[in-house]
């Protein structure tokens, strides 16, 4: 294998396998993607061809959403399973809005690590830092130098969980809500939860298949209905518009809601504050 398939980490990175951060970036029309995960996004597309516009859509939401909660005064982030750098990344969308926003990424993914420089290209009034951990650690992730370095945890913070949880199953770290409330647990009042997470609830069939797919590549997926989606956000006041899909949480154009289905985008989103 070459140099780049082992990352500046000296880490196998596994160019021949499918891997899902890189069909995400293949779906985004990144160039960090390889034959094998074309391969496997090919398939996807056979059984939900609205995968490019579902990953489209999705970013989108975490853009519409750090923009709101900087120009709301937020000032921290921690977001978690980043995904390989697509610009704008979060930290440029809050910088944007506010130069002086600190955002830790975190992913669990050698790929990711191993393009973490464009994560780290702060606004110098700004900051950011990348840890390396697995979410459903967070006792290290909450521990981890570089976060204590760049966050006060005793500020409020938004957690970016995007298009990410539907990757951890209900066994790991005690399950995903169990993970999503150790770090809610963690927070202090005023700190904000945002997320993504697919969904079979309008396309059951496609979305079973798009499943197989992944798990076929060595990713397991679990998608979550509506009623387990809201629970992620128990004790939390969600923000107008609550619960709702990727595309239609509070949209630039009223044009983009209706230019795409519920099916297509199979994606639920929302962000709740901690009282
Ligand atoms: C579909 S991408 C989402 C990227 C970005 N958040 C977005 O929405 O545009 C999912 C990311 O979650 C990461 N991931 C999956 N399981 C994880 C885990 N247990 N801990 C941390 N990251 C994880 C993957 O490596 C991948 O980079």
Redesign the pocket.
Known sequence: MDECAHGASGVDLRLDRAH??RI?DYF?GGRTNFAADREAAAKVLGVFPAAQLA?RV??EF?HRATRALARAGTRQWL??????P?SPNLHEVAQEVAPEARVVY????P??LAHAAALLRSHPEGRTAYVQ????DPAAVLSAPELLGTLDLSRPVVL?????LH??DDE?GGGAHAVVEHFKRALPPGSVLAV?HATADFAPEALAEVTAIYRAAGTPVRLRDRAEFARFFDGWELLEPGITLSHRWRPDDPRDVAAVSAAEASCYAAVARKP
């Open positions: 899902s951060a995400y985004l990953a999705n970013r975490m977001d978690i399973g980043t995904g390989i697509t975190t992913d669990n993914d790929i990711v951990a697995d979410v459903t970016s969980l995007n298009a990410l990757f951890v790991r993504t």
